[in-house]
């Protein structure tokens, strides 16, 4: 069964530090993964898309890495600011079809 | 700004009531998507159209009924919900098949049913 874990659950920092989040993942065979931001109450944002051959992908203060040997990817924030309080969604495609396994994702708080 | 629209963005609606979910995209998709979420949850799937064709239903209840008149066009008809039906309903589109597989998410309806 296809099955994508993150951690932490919760993370909480102060304005301007940087921050990593895991993401580890059994699916197979592996297609594509992507991180998404979730404000509350809103539908998720793409931030990153990596597939198999990608090793780190930025979206500004956004990096993204996969390690696809062991099957582990971080999403890493740079001098963070308040604005990216919101849950942090780990989604992985398998290469069989076009249903993602998602996350249970990663709330970040960012304090002033 | 979402390129999938969803309306509306609130709805509360009583157990007898009838209401219906619409949502709209015009990238050319022809998966569609409905994802029910829960507070503090990751999205569950809930129906998976492709080429306008249910695909997939995750075992949904009846009282959920999903439609897709057109390819731009994905609906949720909503008849004698639960309480616990109340949750935010997220629309999602994506190419079926030979690229990266991204989903765009709407920004979802907030549904309460009292």
């Known amino acids: 069964k296809n099955q994508v874990e993150q951690s932490p659950q919760s993370l909480i920092i102060l304005e301007g530090k940087n921050c990593t989040l895991q993401?580890?993942?059994?699916?197979?065979?592996?297609?594509?993964l992507r991180w998404y931001k979730q404000d509350t109450g809103r539908g998720p944002v793409s931030l990153t898309i990596m597939t198999f051959s990608e090793n780190t992908k930025s979206n500004g203060r956004y990096t993204a890495t996969l390690d696809a040997d062991t099957k582990q990817s971080s999403l890493h924030i740079t001098a963070s600011q308040l604005s990216d309080s919101a849950s942090y969604i780990c989604v992985v495609s398998d290469g069989g079809s076009y249903i993602p396994t998602f996350g249970r994702g990663t709330s970040l708080i960012v304090h002033p | 700004d979402t390129e999938v629209t969803q309306t509306p963005k609130h709805l509360v609606m009583g157990m007898t009531n009838k209401k219906s979910l619409k949502c709209e995209q015009h990238?050319?998709?022809?998966?569609m998507y409905w994802y029910k979420q829960k507070a503090k949850k990751p999205p569950e799937l809930m129906f998976v159209?492709?080429?306008?064709?249910?695909?997939i239903n995750e075992s949904v209840p009846s009282r959920f009924s999903p439609e897709c008149p057109n390819s731009s066009l994905l609906n949720l008809h909503l008849h004698a919900l639960q309480p616990e039906d109340s949750a935010l309903y997220l629309c999602?589109?994506?190419?079926?098949?030979?690229?990266?597989?991204?989903?765009?998410f709407g920004e979802g309806s907030r549904l309460t049913v009292l």
């Open positions: 990238m050319g998709h022809r998966a």
């Open positions: 159209y492709s080429y306008e064709k249910l695909s």
């Open positions: 999602a589109s994506s190419q079926v098949r030979g690229n990266t597989g991204e989903l765009f």
């Open positions: 993401c580890n993942y059994t699916v197979s065979p592996f297609s594509n």
